[in-house]
T-cell receptor, first 115, second 114 residues
Framework: KAGVTQTPRYLIKTRGQQVTLSCSPI?????VSWYQQTPGQGLQFLFE???????NKGNFPGRFSGRQFSNSRSEMNVSTLELGDSALYLC??????????????FGQGTRLTVV | AQSVAQPEDQVNVAEGNPLTVKCTYS??????LFWYVQYPNRGLQFLLK??????LVKGSYGFEAEFNKSQTSFHLKKPSALVSDSALYFC????????????FGKGTTLSVSS
């Protein structure tokens, strides 16, 4: 069974640009969530999607957005990139996070560097 | 507000010795607790979880964790450490009241020497 796949693995962007990251969940998983990992702030929740609807959102500015497609694949977009957006972005999938006791399975992440 | 504390930035143990990585939590409602491990330049791998029932939970790679409700702790343990266990370990918590986001601790680097 394939795991969570994130593309691309590495990305270098310039300040002011926008970027789109992609996540393919484990087959059969309907919930996808995104996290940002930085050395200073650790792992922070961005948002969660279930059945193409955003079900939960973390405390990030509106420049961070996402969506989920009918096949459960998800994308996140960051507009007007800032240097502080440099981070490892992790996607996680689960059968259904709505039950709260379900473990999430993470992809290898996309390393975004903003210069 | 929900929070997780991992009081040690780094834990050093010798191979073959038992290891403990500490975690305490604060959450409204019944907690669901998780441990993840991260190797360099990789995502997080699920180790184990506590939902309800037996306070001692067994997980992958010989790891186990003990839930203590009165001390709001969920320490990760392994009877005999391996050099290959060296990695970054994260404790996380979620509750029905808190929603579906995982709240992570800052992480503890485990270093196992041969």
């Amino acid at each position: 069974k394939a795991g969570v796949t994130q593309t691309p693995r590495y990305l270098i962007k310039t300040r002011g640009q926008q970027v789109t990251l992609s996540c393919s969940p484990i087959s059969g998983h309907r919930s996808v969530s995104w996290y940002q990992q930085t050395p200073g702030q650790g792992l922070q929740f961005l948002f969660e999607y279930f059945s193409e609807t955003q079900r939960n959102k973390g405390n990030f500015p509106g420049r961070f957005s996402g969506r989920q497609f009918s096949n459960s694949r998800s994308e996140m977009n960051v507009s007007t990139l800032e240097l502080g957006d440099s981070a490892l972005y992790l996607c996680a999938s689960s059968l259904d996070l709505g039950t709260a006791n379900t473990e999430a399975f993470f992809g290898q992440g996309t390393r975004l560097t903003v210069v | 507000a929900q929070s997780v504390a991992q009081p040690e930035d780094q834990v050093n143990v010798a191979e073959g010795n038992p290891l403990t990585v500490k975690c305490t939590y604060s959450v409204s409602g019944n907690p669901y607790l998780f441990w993840y491990v991260q190797y360099p330049n990789r995502g997080l791998q699920f180790l184990l979880k506590y939902i309800t029932g037996d306070n001692l939970v067994k997980g992958s790679y010989g790891f186990e964790a003990e839930f203590n409700k009165s001390q709001t702790s969920f320490h990760l343990k392994k009877p005999s450490a391996l050099v290959s266990d060296s990695a970054l370990y994260f404790c996380a918590v979620r509750s029905h009241q808190a929603g579906t986001a995982l709240i992570f601790g800052k992480g503890t680097t485990l270093s196992v020497s041969s």
